[in-house]
């Protein structure tokens, strides 16, 4: 059995790469249990230098070409695009280790004995080995070493990832070049690891060793592993992050702007040819200034063109077009693709505001190039499309800047449907740092109190153990009097930095 | 329809408490959804005077009485046990509106842009309204003023509890006095509800509003709401806390005190007749000390003997230890309980170590005063048992002081199977303190990273959202430039108390 590696840009087969049998699984999963003690007894620091390594051997130069000539041909997200995302990645690998030594994470509190309670002693511990289920469309930030990867190793977890069927190839190399890494660095045989094959993805969230599942991908793909993972005899947590209909709405102040913004909307929408979880799918727009014709006029204008990452997203681009005319969508601007290969039409859709409502097609996500744009008659009718959305990763406010009265309010009623809410920023450019929070209210995932990117990703790895009346001899470092590690720790109530 | 309220101590049925209609549960919902915007509007500071008032009120003298009178017949936990209940629950309502002000819980978190990223600041927003389905033998710590109804109410959450057919008047008493304190204290109608009935409990939680469910019993009824609640078209977030079998592990060099441990041993696990989820309910002894047959004595000497809550539990308890027999364990002792009521046999009973295999129901709870112990001839044996047991709530290490040199080792091997790892105590006592983690790996709970007792069970009702670019009038107080609430932060990386 193989995946097939093809060139999305013609959809001929350019490699086969073997997939996994039930015992490489096995063997895989035995491995990251076995170096999961090791990897969880490390320092943050030693971690740090193990993702280092990672990161660094991905920018190395003959290793970063070979990965980008590859994932484009995989992809055909282009050079430029992957090799800015490959650096992302290593700077990702990097941040993480950095936030691991930071341990902030480990939530040291220690409560000295008092005459009515023991002495308590909690930190964060790794839960142990994590499949990572990567994202097509970020074959490096999102795929095999990315966000998942970086925060699962650097809070102490063994990897197992599995490869994309959509870009088989490029997952193949980055664990080669992984597992050299990490072997030069030091890291425990079994710390990081890859299966192939999408038997072998279900194996390896229903291993028992398994302890949680980091997912990025379609709302079908996350929902069939969390069920998988539900039906274990022991559950585990699946963090799967799902893509959703990020919702765009402009004030009436910002009609003053709509050229600029219906430019803005159109390179959002179809960034990656569409194929960002934060892609604005819906522009909710004041009537009477001719937002749709103009965020049409901007598509022709920008004529942007692309090609999916596999046959299966391009004919389900094709169907899910389909369906949104089918809804009641209208089609009001369309670009072609390219002749050959997975190809898609880059296309706006215009919808009355009244027919979205809960649980129509309309308002469910299309993946790739396409976006929907309503206009409102006013603040009840407004009111009303933003109470029938799911929940979504994130949303986006257009004003008239700062002192747009509108803003408040609408942030205010965007912000519990959604992980981020962004005042004159599009959705797509999901930055990796301490405040970032990419997740959401379910749909959107599968875990809303989790988050995917930034600092506290490390957190969906760990849980709480209190140690009670210990001796030194027994207390982790993190948890010891004399603080050898000099965290921040909180003592008998109190934060101290 | 109406809960039967009994004596516990003759069975008999003393008062009828109506149960909830669907009407009545979809009213109760729907105030705590209207509630939901202002008490999570509130200020911390505004929370914790509700949660003092609430608290002042259950402990004002004339309520008092009537709650720990009422309390007593229900339960039979006796007037001495109920009133120091009574003080904790209420010093626990004051310990979370403490926890609320402080504020570490927001988690505010501000990253001003730089070249390459947007201004973000994140922090914790209340999920919105709790069920709260609270424990049998708690009526006050865990019941419906109990951690999850503080913790949820701190986090800025309304409450909807259901009353616990143990204790139904109770419960009623508990939400006629907390129901008024809320109202005199000014929180908004539909902060707190109480729900009464079986079918009142399921409605709830499948009510489209209710966000989070906080559940603290059994293993059966904790994994049937689990259910319910992943079956809903928005699954939410059950919490839910449930018996274990919590071992308690001797070294060798701890037979020397096999006395007093045998005696501490009974008084846990005999403890409110057996009925703590932290119940030692496996004790592992250095073979050759004859520790079995010093437990069985101890129970002769302490010679404890009390109800169970519910004529339910007595009856699972007389099949639960007839269970334990038929899987191979030995009677070696056993305490007649009081002729009339839900009394209760104290029972210990022995077991072959080889027996202890994963799977058998010997490694499974039962509720009630009765106990395993079984003897192991060596590390290999005990190691081999250790692997067998199910995730817990707790777990003791009995030792012969802090030069033990087993110790160690012995916390090392049980800190991955528990939430909390003691060593010289008894794992019944659970102190609400800062550093407190009342949880556990799957099957102990359904969310192993979560914890029902002290400053993070707030953190079970609050989900991230992050502000991308927002203008000051769009952002909450918590995350304004100048914070205005003086809030412990994180800023650009740095930790600033």
Redesign the interface.
């Known amino acids: 059995m193989s995946d097939l590696s093809h060139d999305a840009r013609t959809g001929t087969v350019v490699a086969r790469i073997p997939t996994s049998t039930p015992e490489e699984v096995r063997d895989v999963v035995a491995r990251a249990a076995a170096a999961a003690p090791a990897v969880a007894a490390a320092t943050p620091a030693e971690r740090r230098l193990w993702l280092v390594a990672v990161a660094d051997a991905v920018q190395d130069s003959p290793a970063a070409a070979e990965l980008v000539r590859v994932a484009d041909r995989e992809t055909a997200l282009g050079e430029a695009r992957l090799t800015s995302e490959l650096v992302r990645c290593a700077d990702q690998l990097r941040f993480y280790g950095d936030v691991g030594v930071?341990a902030?994470y480990l939530?040291v509190?220690?409560?000295h004995a008092t005459d009515?309670?023991?002495d308590?002693?909690?930190m964060q511990?790794p839960?142990g080995p994590v499949a990572v289920l990567g994202a097509s469309n970020f074959p490096f930030a999102f795929g095999a070493l990315g966000n998942d990867t970086g925060s699962a190793i650097a809070a102490g977890c063994p990897v197992v990832a599995k490869a994309h069927p959509a870009h088989p190839q490029t997952s193949a190399l980055l664990a080669t070049v992984a597992t050299t890494a990490l072997a030069d660095a030091g890291a425990p045989e079994g710390a990081f690891g890859l299966v192939a094959g999408f038997e072998a993805g279900e194996a390896l969230v229903r291993s028992p060793e398994v302890a949680a599942v980091a997912f990025t991908g379609s709302q079908r793909g996350g929902l069939a592993v969390w069920r998988q993972a539900?039906e274990r005899d022991?559950?585990?947590?699946v963090y799967a992050e799902m893509g959703t209909v990020n919702p765009v709405v402009m004030t009436a102040a910002a009609a003053a702007r709509t050229e600029e913004i219906a430019a803005g909307f159109v390179g959002s929408f179809t960034l990656g040819a569409g194929q960002f979880c934060t892609k604005p799918g819906l522009l909710l727009a004041p009537a009477g200034y001719d937002v749709p014709a103009r965020v049409a006029a901007a598509l022709q204008s920008a004529r942007p063109t692309g090609w999916l990452l596999t046959e299966g997203i391009s004919s389900a681009y094709g169907s899910g077009v389909a369906e949104l005319v089918g809804a009641g969508a209208e089609v009001l601007g369309r670009v072609p693709g390219p002749a050959e290969g997975w190809s898609a039409d880059a296309t706006v859709l215009v919808v009355a505001a009244a027919d979205l409502k809960p649980g129509s097609r309309l308002l469910e996500e299309c993946f790739g190039p396409v976006a929907l744009v309503a206009e409102y008659a006013d603040q009840h009718e407004l009111t009303e499309v933003l109470e029938a959305l799911q929940?979504a990763l994130a949303a986006s406010?257009m004003s008239a800047g700062?002192?747009d009265p509108e803003?408040?309010h609408l942030?205010?009623v965007l912000?519990?449907l959604?992980?981020?809410?962004?005042?004159?920023?599009w959705p797509t450019?999901v930055?990796f740092?301490?405040?970032?929070?990419h997740?959401g209210?379910?749909?959107a995932t599968?875990f809303?109190?989790a988050?995917s990117v930034?600092?506290?990703a490390l957190?969906r790895f760990?849980?709480?153990?209190?140690?009670?009346?210990?001796?030194?001899?027994?207390l982790p470092p993190a948890l010891q009097e004399d603080n050898p590690w000099r965290l921040?720790r909180?003592v008998?109530?109190e934060?101290?930095?």
Chains 1, 2 share one sequence.
């Not at 760990?462 to 027994?474: I, Y």
């Open positions: 930071e902030s939530r509190t220690v409560d009515t309670t023991p308590l002693r909690r511990v839960l539900i022991v559950v585990i947590p929940g406010v700062a002192e803003t408040p942030v205010g912000a519990p959604v992980g981020r809410v962004a005042v004159d920023d450019g930055a740092t301490w405040a970032q929070q997740g209210p379910w749909p599968t809303p109190s988050t930034g600092a506290a957190d760990t849980r709480p153990v209190t140690w009670q009346s210990a001796p030194a001899s027994a921040p909180r008998d109530g934060l101290m930095t």
